[in-house]
């Protein structure tokens, strides 16, 4: 998959929407310090605990802002 995030845009959706990178980890049931690795391209999101917060980060960021 190797989804490659721009930081700017993602924490841009997040606050859009209300969240901060923390929130966001916690509602989704993951740690902050690997949300924060992958939207700063440390993992890359290409198997295991990486991938599944790309993949729902980047679902989360196209979609519409309510």
Do not use: C
């Not at 841009?12 to 916690?26: D, F, V």
């Not at 902050?32 to 993949?55: L, M, P, Q």
Request: hydrophobic content about 35%; overall charge positive; aromatic content about 10%.
């Amino acid at each position: 998959m190797s989804t490659q995030f721009n930081p700017n845009n993602v924490k841009h959706a997040l606050r859009q929407r209300g969240y901060t990178m923390t929130s966001w980890a916690e509602a989704n049931g993951f740690k902050f310090r690997d949300v924060s690795d992958v939207v700063r391209g440390i993992r890359h999101g290409n198997y295991g605990k990486g991938r599944e917060i790309a993949e729902k980060l980047a679902a989360f960021t196209n979609q519409k802002a309510a």
